[in-house]
């Protein structure tokens, strides 16, 4: 079945500097990808749509200057949190659309900012 | 009123148990229902998916859908422990996913 990847894991970074995450689609082309966000005991925020080739949509509230996404092949979509803060911290799920309206999902990355 | 609707929990059986999940959603252009499962820091695993109404049968598992009631269902028979993990029903209608909060199941040996 289709996999997508997602690195790394898991991460600690310091207060101020910036993080990249990565998703990879394995064996199959996304040319549009989603990354949610969750808090502890809670649901999946969508927090924007990316797009191979193009600009990322992002959801109502969500600052795109500090969550910038790139998506430069059918199989690569990266999330980088810019000057990230002890806020940020949080899990980060990508996904991919396979098949009819189904989204398979990475393993998460959880991001500690000290 | 929210789109979602589930209750979040937690739900703690017995092993063996049979296991009800509900979630009412209010927006009728939703076409496909699913259902994912959870473990605790790792990305959601789809375990159902059905666009009709009437039940879906996979195992110990059984997706059932009523329209025109808004409201959606997952069984689970023989519960394990290993059934242990949160349970979030998913809608789609056009583009985007809506997911529910989650509900976070325990199945005790």
């Known amino acids: 079945g289709a996999v997508v990847s997602q690195h790394p894991s898991w991460v600690i970074c310091k207060s101020g500097t910036s993080v990249k995450i990565e998703c990879r689609s394995l064996d199959f082309q996304a040319t549009t990808m989603f990354w949610y966000r969750q808090f502890p005991k809670q649901s999946l925020m969508l927090m924007a749509t990316s797009n191979e080739g193009s600009k990322a949509t992002y959801e109502q509230g969500v600052e795109k200057d500090k969550f910038l996404i790139n998506h430069a092949s059918l199989t690569l979509s990266t999330l980088t949190v810019t000057s990230a803060h002890p806020e940020d911290s949080s899990f980060y799920i990508c996904?991919?659309?396979?098949?009819?309206?189904?989204?398979?999902f990475g393993a998460g990355s959880r991001l500690t900012v000290l | 009123q929210k789109e979602v609707e589930q209750d979040p929990g937690p739900l703690s059986v017995p092993e063996g148990a049979i296991v009800s999940l509900n979630c009412t959603y209010s927006n009728s252009a939703f076409q496909y229902f699913m259902w994912y499962r959870q473990y605790s820091r790792k990305g959601p695993e789809l375990l159902m998916y059905t666009y009709s109404s009437g039940n879906k049968e996979d195992g110990r598992f059984t997706a059932q859908v009523d329209k025109s009631s808004k409201y959606i269902s997952l069984f689970i028979r023989d519960s394990q422990p290993s059934d242990s993990a949160t349970y979030l029903c998913a809608f789609t209608g056009g583009f985007k996913t809506i997911f529910g909060a989650g509900t976070r199941l325990f199945v005790k040996a």
């Open positions: 996904s991919a659309r396979t098949g009819e309206n189904v989204l398979t």
